[in-house]
């Protein structure tokens, strides 16, 4: 939820909108922070009042008054904000921990130090006191970002009032003796979905900056350089199977420090260290099926690489999944030893960025990682930049390995901010052993529409077939050509439309081709309805076609391209009333493939918030597919003079790594036609397909209970099972043609389960210093187990999914206990 609060601020300054001005007035000493506002400096502060309307009604006055004050100190910003209310007993006010806000009214401010409407510092408090903060940088918002600061929250008979205390560490302003900040405040009221802010902006240009009005009266204040040492010491105890007494337990027991580092070397300059760190207490990723040709990509979650890298936004097909920077690829083959990072910017607009990480076993480097980041704006939210990365496996025992991957990007708007040109020139090279270099590149360029509420975007993307971005970044597929164009459009300019609130509609499709021969790879489209009721509730139809001509040259890994087959899907959403403490969506779709494949999905989604201390959440989903056309194997078969041979194995088998089998003439007559492979006559590589059914079932809880704002407990649980099946199986023998293979000698089916659970209980004992209490729980089982025809065993298929599941429970579990306590040094 706070990314929609701090998203919500991503609004641009409107030209035809009055700025609004407030003055601020100086305090000696510091002020207690605790929500009363009985202090006389707060009447020498001039008002900020008479918030406008976000949502529902854009536009409209606020339902409720707000007023808002600013005091300046020595050390410190500090605001009050008095929200008035009719009704304070129903003032949604739930606990929940630091950075979710809960469905909890709450206020917010944001601070643009250097009034250029590029990077804004927001700080947030509910009506519970729970804290909440980010930085925004351009149209980035980092929400991992934890600044040091105070606040108090008091319920009274006329509303709430909120007391803030900021200091001047966690922001960056410049040296001028007196200055003018940029400063907006947002109320949010949820029982009424109300969104209103002090600086009033539309619908119309939400999406394109920040938005603020004027803070005056700052004089005589200093930045303050920010030197923060958080040490950590942990203890870890973990047990498993023994490998040796299959059904016994062994166990080992470790510890660890480390420590981190947070040095402002300058006011608009930071240097964070970590050494050995250590992310126990973050959430494992979720147990996926993956039947494509593409990698999936998690999300990061380890603090250290998640707060202040929002300078390393090059995007290498700006912004679909193509990164320069993926930092999940750091520390994924063996620990992190130590890595560090710098970034900052200048007050005329220059962003700089830089990391490094050392990584390997017993603290052995094995692996380097690296990148740079530079980025110029100018005239208002245009930029260009420049992003290199550069990897170095020097010690991993099988060679020495190099990747130096960079380009340039750019970002240039015009006509008021409406229109924006944007792309990306980036080179990959990449050596082995000092040898087999391979250089490739990438070229993505867009021109969009981005303000109003009827929006468009168009781009080309040229990827050759020797970009390899993906020792530090990432990208799904090279090799390719594609043109792009879409566009969504808000009914009656975002206004009601007879039972609806709001209505916004899009369309969007693209054609590829393949950059190395300019095969053709096909069209899409897709499209999407969103439908929200003057009740709140929102109802959302969307859908897509898929495979309209073309060939689909991924799908026999590497072994030719095959005709792509024509598919449509469409799925359907309901979501009820966002204001309510229990939100239920129900999703339901279905797919077709050409040539009779059939799937659907069942998906339903519950979170309530059952009391001001308690959050539950709930997914269950279900999908059931059958005969979808689908690659099983490239199989090595083989002609003997009494008959055919196949190889035991997937892949190229040894010569003696052949098993006999039956085949038929229509098999024989294949295999006359058919290529040697690697030119060794009666041997022959092929692609076989087959008719794919499969089965997946997750079940997903989570439960939140928070105790203080400073006290919580998170519990995660995911239940997982999987199956599928190939059958019918066919052989390719060109691009369009399929024949069958009836003789074939295997069986193809594989099942997957998993348990997953963690709890962490955090205790922030005082201000940036934390204890961890965590708890996981994994159990995994697969069989993907390639079996002939004569093997009794029993298809991994042929079990019921609630016996899957039921013997999920009976695979041996592997539990990590941990704690770890940090403590926070700072001056």
């Avoid at 300046?72 to 006010?93: F, K, Q, T």
């Avoid at 709450?106 to 729970?130: E, S």
């Avoid at 509303?159 to 200091?167: D, Q, R, T, Y």
């Amino acid at each position: 939820m706070i990314y929609a609060l701090l998203l919500s601020l991503l609004v641009f300054q409107p030209t035809d909108t009055e700025l609004r001005t407030v003055a601020t007035a100086s305090v000696e000493g510091v002020l207690s922070v605790d929500g009363r506002l009985d202090e006389a400096a707060w009447d020498a502060a001039e008002v900020a009042t008479d918030f406008v309307q976000f949502e529902p009604d854009e536009g409209a006055p606020a339902s409720f008054r707000t007023e808002v004050r600013v005091l300046y100190g020595s050390d410190a910003l500090y605001v009050g904000a008095v929200m008035h209310d009719p009704e304070p007993e129903v003032i949604r006010r739930p606990l929940t921990r630091r950075d979710d806000e809960g469905n909890a009214a709450f206020f917010v401010v944001g601070i643009d130090g250097y009034r250029d409407l590029k990077t804004a510092y927001l700080f947030a408090v509910t009506a519970a006191g729970v804290q909440l903060d980010g930085v925004q940088t351009g149209n980035n918002i980092d929400v991992s970002w934890d600044a040091v600061w105070n606040s108090a929250v008091r319920i009274t008979p006329e509303g709430w009032v909120a007391e803030l205390a900021i200091p001047y560490s966690m922001l960056r302003f410049s040296q001028a003796s007196e200055q003018t900040w940029g400063i907006q405040f947002q109320r949010a009221i949820p029982r009424r979905s109300e969104e209103a802010y002090w600086q009033p902006v539309t619908r119309e240009n939400q999406s394109t900056g920040f938005i603020a009005g004027q803070l005056t009266g700052l004089r005589g204040i200093t930045p303050r350089q920010t030197v923060q040492v958080r040490p950590y010491t942990l203890s870890r105890a973990r047990t498993f199977e023994d490998a040796e007494q299959p059904g016994t337990a062994d166990a080992n027991l470790g510890g660890d420090v480390g420590a981190d580092l947070k040095l402002g070397l300058a006011s608009n300059l930071i240097l964070d260290a970590t050494i050995n760190p250590d992310f126990g207490q973050v959430e494992a990723d979720p147990a996926v099926l993956n039947l494509s040709t593409f990698e999936i990509f998690f999300s990061e979650r380890r603090p250290f690489f998640l707060e202040g890298t929002s300078i390393f936004d090059y995007t290498i097909d700006s912004g679909r999944d193509g990164r320069l920077l993926y930092t999940r690829r750091i520390g994924a083959a063996d620990p992190i030893i130590a890595a560090t990072k710098l970034t900052g910017r200048t007050s005329s607009g220059l962003s700089v960025g830089g990391l490094a990480s050392l990584t390997g076993d017993d603290f052995a480097p094995a692996r380097f990682f690296g990148a740079g980041r530079l980025k110029q704006e100018f005239r208002g939210r245009s930029f260009v930049g420049a992003g290199v990365t550069y990897f170095d496996a020097f010690d991993t025992g099988s060679g020495r390995e190099q990747a130096l991957v960079g380009g340039g990007d750019w970002e240039i708007r015009v006509a008021n901010d409406t229109y924006q040109w944007d792309g990306a020139a980036t080179v990959s090279h990449r050596t082995a052993n000092s040898v087999d270099a391979q250089t490739g590149f990438a070229i993505y360029t867009g021109y969009d529409k981005i303000r109003g509420t009827t929006t468009w975007g168009s781009g080309l993307r040229v990827y050759s077939d020797d970009f390899r971005p993906d020792d530090l970044g990432r990208l799904r597929e090279v090799n390719l050509i594609r043109v792009g164009l879409g566009g969504n459009s808000f009914l009656n300019g975002g206004q009601p439309v007879g039972p609806f609130r709001r209505i916004n509609l899009g369309l969007f499709g693209d054609q590829t081709w393949r950059y190395s021969d300019g095969t053709n790879r096909g069209f899409g489209i897709n499209w999407f309805s969103e439908w929200e009721f003057m009740n709140f509730s929102e109802f959302n139809l969307g859908g897509g076609f898929g495979g309209l001509g073309g060939f689909d040259v991924r799908e026999t890994r590497g072994l030719g391209p095959i005709r792509n087959r024509r598919s449509v899907g469409i799925t359907a959403s309901y979501e009820t009333d966002s204001r309510r403490r229990l939100v239920l969506e129900p999703e339901f779709g279905v797919d077709f493939q050409e040539g009779g494949g059939f799937g659907w999905n069942t998906e339903f989604n519950l979170a309530w918030d059952a009391s001001d201390r308690l959050d539950l959440g709930l997914e269950v989903e279900y999908t059931e597919r059958d005969g979808i056309l689908a690659w099983a194997a490239n199989e090595a078969l083989r002609r003997d003079a009494d008959g055919f041979a196949i190889g035991t194995d997937d892949g190229t088998p040894a010569p003696d790594a052949f098993t006999p089998f039956d085949g038929d003439e229509a098999l024989d007559a294949v295999l006359s036609g058919a290529v040697p492979h690697d030119g060794l006559f009666g041997r022959y590589f092929l692609p076989v397909f087959g008719e794919r059914d499969t089965r997946e079932f997750e079940v997903e809880l989570r439960t939140s209970v928070t105790f203080s704002p400073n006290l919580s407990l998170q519990l995660f649980s995911q239940l997982f099972a999987a199956r599928g099946r190939f059958r019918d199986f066919t052989l390719l023998t060109s691009p369009n043609d399929l024949e069958a293979f009836d003789t074939y000698p295997k069986r193809r089916a594989f099942s997957f389960e998993s348990l997953l659970s963690n709890a962490v209980l955090r205790w922030e004992y005082r201000p940036g210093s934390t204890i961890f209490v965590v708890w996981s729980h994994n159990r995994f089982g697969e069989d993907d187990t390639v079996r002939f025809l004569d093997d009794p065993t029993a298809s991994p298929f042929d079990t019921p999914t609630t016996t899957q599941l039921g013997d999920t429970f009976d695979i041996y579990p592997e539990n990590v206990f941990l704690i770890k306590l940090s403590y926070l040094l700072m001056r």
